[in-house]
């Protein structure tokens, strides 16, 4: 079951309310000038505090061997600069030893990076065995994690204009394993805060694996932002998450909480659609990526193609589990993700009960709507 | 690299590259009697990587003996490697020509070898550390089919969805649908044929005993609790998986999808 | 240089030739018709040249509008306005009622739309348009065979044809960026580019131009292996030849083995973008990585077709204008052979995310090689400035601003070899910020740093060199300024290919905004200074520079056959202290005294 | 046509006045340089299908049973039989190209006839007896396996082809519709095997075109011992045509 704290006001006073808070408590200013200026903070977990030692390591070794170069080419520049009728003096075409001396020199510097690299990568991807495994699902353009516990949800806090982003709960001091897969297209899950990321496949699992850090005393919880690094669309850049570490007590109650919960069927419709659906379609009978949901239930929609049909609570599960069987017409260029395996049927059903309660008039243009407002953007070529 | 750079030692300046020491008779002509006689060797070759193959799956097949499948591999190739060698040497002529242009062929070989090994150092292990991260989730998921005919709007083909079945599915879907709607019991016609099919009284060629040389290589499962149980197809390949999912390649799950077991 | 006069018949060399620019008295029609048939190296080199300009232009702006849409992410309905104006909004359909109505195939709810086109165009033009063909096909096809010494390339119409291959790509993607852009990337990694756009002919004309430009390049790149091997001047060894030569030779191989993966790729991705053939597609059980292996197996490979011509350069620029001979050109000359060599191995680590730990491990270990022919490339050229005379002029300050962005582009490497921290920095703006200062500090430099070289040879008239200056410290400036602040939005967590982002990014884009202004004003600069120069610069000699090698023997610009006599070569192509630069006086270029 | 009036009066065929191209050093060079481009050329051609052989060795190795039951449909007899045209076909051009280098023009055109013969059997085979069927279940009547099949009673193109019924379908991706597949990864053994021999068959056509224009020219007298370039040429890249055929061959028929 699912419960969110933004829907749901019905809750007696909460004592998990400080962690469905909008307040991003993001970790910032620990470490010397340079840790902030490069990470915004050092390392809080052990993935981290590797990966940064290495980094800084690359970066002073990098730093000698540029401020070598550099300072002899600009001393050299000068110094031997062309004076008219001055012949350059004569000196040696090539020193064997020399060249041989940087070459092999930097070269082993390179295998110490190697290794290190090597070391921290496998903290990355090799899990303890007490690590808590959460399923990762990619789709366009949301994150879902299923909790051990069997359940998937999260708090959410809205952003921009549209999108409610996902807060996921993690204990602190922990270690978290995720196993990823997408349903759609390529997505990767990174946390820069871990220095952690990882592609997520629609036809096979990927894994990785952080420590989450321990939280200060006067901290109630800690956020990281999650973002998609794989390039996956019109709203890859609007596929966020936040991480929230709270203390190991607050965690099995948040999660206790999520599965004691009750919604009705149209509040657990409308959360669904502010965690998956939100990015495409509206409620208010804007323009959308696919088709508005308001008044549209009842009506006939024509299809792409030719035809029609009648919107249904047939049509309405079979579009979600399999958007490409009918396709409005006027959508030609989006292909809905398929929700098979996303969504439980009770969930489905919580959408269509959602769906319903829109109405059923046409609000606006009625079911052509969508296509109309997309003439408002001028030009007369056609695209195809 | 340099044939040219060789002839250094007898430098001349009017002739930098030597080739005034050169006649046209310098390239080789052939004697027809040695292309022949590659020819039949080819032709030699040709018919011992058949029969070799041949006799090998009815070998397998015949006396139910294991066969390792790198046997048959091996074989066929190793054979095809004597034959392309033959081509290149005598056909080709590299053996006559200048050793550039066989090194040039060899590096580009060479460059093929880098590419398959890495790659397939990458796909062959993937289970390095973790065997669920080779495993398919969902083969042949939301496919889509293509029709031929239809689509007055748009140029070229139109798709249609396979609604989660993969594409084998599909097909055999359409085919149990088509005879529905003739009025003959589809699955049952479908059941009969394919029955007929695997008896060896095939449309196709596939044996209904497929040698042990083509399992030979056994696939990693998906583990268990990867599978978040709201996924209906997970669900149904986990427990074909637990009914011993390593079941012959011939049997399809009942059901959506015949997944990852294999 | 020292010629040995030669009986003018013994090549055919020698009659009385006017520069290969003269139209002879054509007319406009004649003229035009001249150079578009023509198969002499030089004109299909200016061909060349004009052609990857008219793209750098094209990516230029799209970069520049990247960089705009940074500086302050548009609203969802500024984006769509904006991608109404642009790519027209998709094509007129018609309702069941019968009116004409706009197809929803862009506009999108999100601003990510317009932004996504503009990416893939600068990413897709700049990559194979401009920079693949930019020093091999322009510069190369110049002075390849002026610097071996001989008349023309190996196959002169094969070359003329391989232009036009160019020409009809690029107009390929064109007409795709007309019709509505793509939004793939220009990686087309799949399932995304199976999947995007219904009007799927778009991705197909957008990687069909990748794919027909790649035949363009293989072309190029076989012309030039052949011309090296068999046309070299008489008295010219394997090691009496510029290092440009060499990295072009090392790139021609490059090209020749590479391009053709890229070619089965593409056309495999084109069969599965068309027909859903599958096998990159996973819900046919195909595999996207398997396209990842395929596509980098080529485009790491295709990093040193970009970069090695622009080390190329570095090494002439550097010897002459500090009138020095390279420090160790047989290290050189071997390490661009190695730097191709190793590239085939490596094109894992853009993978990093995506592979097994295995190959993980193994393709990190093989990318450090690559650090090593590359530093001793550094290392040496530093080491010819020692004792040089070296001139500061426009070209020699592109030399120096090279081995400044080019140091830091490869030391910023050694963080995305390692794994630990390349599972941090993949795919963030720390990469982005890498490779364009490989790319643009690396071989754009170069290649505005050679163009000035060898402008007065090309064309016979010199350009203003102060003007050039200024605008080689305005490009470093902005170029500085713009990249190096996404070095550090990379390493804080930017992912790349955002339209919008945190609020916390908002001042490091911003700076790097700005500092993309600065690029283009330098840009602009150059620009306006070559058009001068070919309008109203004063004649060039025909060795300004005072360089050795021979294409400073011949004329400015040169004539048709190149040379009055067939070259025959006496002296290594660095042998400043020995030998005085033909066309020039010992006054102006003193000999060292031990010598003279 | 074949000979030119030099100054003196004596007939001379084309190829003994062959003059090499102005920025040649000499014929020699220039043969060389011409051999030396079209390996380089050959190499492209042999990496652009190691893009099939890796997809092909990649997915075998992940879904090997799919790649055992594919191979099982594709009928060894057919393979066999283009394998030795192609063979045939690669002597032939061996051979050509010796004439040419012996002055016998009359066997210089026979071989290319021959060769080019063999380059359309080889394609009249590939499409009639093995893409027809297997894609649209239609038997070319000529066809040695239709007796094992029943016929539907359907035919087209004036009962050329007769229908199969439940044989065709077996399509690459999408165009999947055979209804008794065992395996899942079925329809991508079809991509590669559609993909490696259609690329393949491209190549015939290529080289065929090639060996046409050869062929043609050699009626003008072209070539001969001093310019036979065009014709070595050609041939290699017929031969790699050859070469890639073996390794398809076994990689798709023969190995189960």
Known sequence: ?????????????????????????????????????????????????????????????????????????????????????????????????????????????????????????????????????????????DWNITYPNGERSAYSLPMGTKKAVKIFVLPEDTSIQLLMQSKDVIHAFWVPDYRTKMDLYPNRYTTYTFHTEKLRDDETYRDHWIFCAEYCGDQHSEMYGIFRVVRKADYDKILTDWSAGSLSCEELGQL??????????????????????????????????????????????????????????????????PFLGVLSDEEIAGVICYYKSLGSQPAGGGEAAPAESGAAAGGSSTGG | MSHSHAQTAAYDEMDPHGFQGKSHGDHVIVDWRILLGVLLALLFFTALTTTF??????????????????????????IAVIKASLVCMFFMQLRYDKPLNTMIFLFCLLAFGIFLGLTSLDLGKRDAIYGFKKGTI????????????????????????????????FARQRYIDRYNAMGVDGEAKWAAEMAHHLAGHKHGQAGAELPDANRSFSRVGVTPHLYDEHDPVAVRALEHLRSGGHGPAGELPAGESSSSGH | MTVMDRPHDVMGHGHEE???LDNRGLGFWGTIWDWASTVDHKKIGVMYLVAVLTMFFIGGVAGLAVRLELFEPMTVNAANEVEGVLFNAGKLVQTETGEMVRDRTLTAAGAGNTYNRIFTIHGAVMVFMFIIPSVPAALGNFLLPIMLGAKDVAFPKLNLLSWYIYVVGSLFGVVALIMGGTDTGWTFYTPYSIQTDADYYRVVLMVGAAFILGFSSILTGLNFIVTVHKLRAPGMGWFDMPLFIWAIYATSIIQVLATPVIGITLLLLIFERLFRVGIFDPSMGGDPVLYQHFFWFYSHPVVYVMILPGMGIISELLAVHSRKHIFGYRAIAFSSLGIAGVSFIVWGHHMFTAMGELASAVFSALTFLVAIPTAIKVFNWIATLYKGSIALNTPMLYALSFLFLFSIGGLTGLPLGALATDLHLHDSYFVVAHFHYVMMGGTVIAFIGGLHHWWPKMFGRMYNEKIGMLGCALVFIGFNVTF????????????????????????????????????????????????????????????????????????????????????????????????????????????????? | ????????????????????????????????????????????????????????AMFRMLYPEAFAIGSGYLDVKFGLLNTVVLLISSFTVAMAVRCAQKN????????????????????????????????????????????????SGQTALWGMFHFVEGYGGKRPGAFFDYPFAQHYAEPLWWAVYYGGTAIHALHVVIGAGLLTWVLVRSYKGIYGPKNYTMVETSGLYWHLVDLVWIFLFPLLYLIH
């Open chain 1, 1 to 141: 079951m699912i419960q969110d704290a933004a829907n749901t006001v019905s809750q007696a006073p909460d004592a998990l309310a400080p962690f469905k808070s909008e307040q991003l408590n993001l970790i910032a200013g620990e470490g010397g000038a340079l840790e902030q200026l490069l990470f915004r903070s050092a390392g809080q977990n052990v993935q981290a505090v590797m990966t940064d030692g290495l980094f800084l390591l690359i970066f002073w070794f990098s730093v000698f061997f540029f401020v070598l170069l550099m300072g002899l080419m600009v001393y050299w520049v000068i110094r031997y600069r062309r004076r008219p009728g001055v012949p350059a003096p004569v000196s040696a075409s090539h020193n064997g030893p020399l060249e041989i001396f940087w070459t092999v020199v930097p070269s082993s510097a390179l295998l110490v990076i190697f290794i290190a690299g090597f070391r921290g990568y496998m903290s990355k991807v090799v899990a303890p065995t007490d690590a808590i495994q959460l399923n990762v699902t990619g789709i366009k353009w």
């Open chain 1, 272 to 337: 669904v659609y502010k965690n998956n659906c939100i990015s495409c379609h509206t409620v208010d009978g804007g323009s959308g990526i696919g088709p508005t949901w308001l008044g549209a239930f009842g009506t006939t929609r024509a299809l792409e193609g030719g035809g029609s049909v009648l919107i249904d609570e047939n049509y309405i599960r079979e579009s979600i589990l399999y958007p490409q069987a009918k396709r409005a017409a006027g959508f030609s260029g989006q292909n809905m993700t």
């Open chain 2, 53 to 78: 193959a041949t006799l090998e799956q009815w070998v397998a097949g015949e006396f139910a003996i294991h066969i390792p499948h790198w046997v048959n591999v091996v074989g066929a190739l190793s």
């Open chain 2, 138 to 169: 969902k083969p042949g998921g939301d496919a889509q089919s293509v029709t031929l005919t239809g689509g007055k709007a748009d140029i070229g083909p139109r798709y249609e969805t396979t609604m989660g079945k993969s594409m084998v599915e």
């Open chain 3, 18 to 20: 006017g520069s290969f």
């Open chain 3, 484 to 596: 190096f602040t996404q070095f550090i939005l990379g390493t804080q967590g930017m992912p790349r290919r955002y339209a919008s982002y945190v609020e916390h990014f908002q001042l490091l884009h911003q700076i790097s905004t700005v500092g993309s202004w600065i690029l283009a004003v330098g840009f602009l600069v150059h620009l306006a200074n070559f058009l001068h120069s070919l309008v109203a610069g004063p004649k060039a000699p025909p060795n300004p520079w005072g360089g050795l090698t021979l294409e400073w023997e011949t004329e400015s610009p040169p004539i048709a056959h190149n040379f009055h006599h067939e070259p025959l070569v006496k002296h290594g192509p660095y042998d400043f202290e020995s030998v005085v630069p033909p066309h020039c006086s010992e006054e102006d270029y003193p000999l060292p005294k031990s010598v003279s």
């Open chain 4, 1 to 56: 046509m074949t000979t030119i009036q030099t100054k003196s009066g004596r007939k001379q065929a084309r190829w003994e006045n062959y003059q090499h191209e102005a920025h040649w050093r000499s014929a020699a060079d220039e043969f060389d340089a011409a051999k030396l481009g079209m390996w380089l050329f050959l190499t492209t051609e042999v990496l652009l299908f190691a893009g099939i052989f890796c997809a092909y």
């Open chain 4, 104 to 151: 016998q023009q009359f066997w210089l055109r026979t071989n290319l006839y021959i060769t080019l013969v063999c380059a359309g059997l080889f394609l009249l085979i590939k499409f009639l007896f093995e893409y027809t069927p297997k894609w649209s279940g239609y038997f070319f009547f000529l066809d040695p396996t239709l007796g094992h099949y029943e016929k």
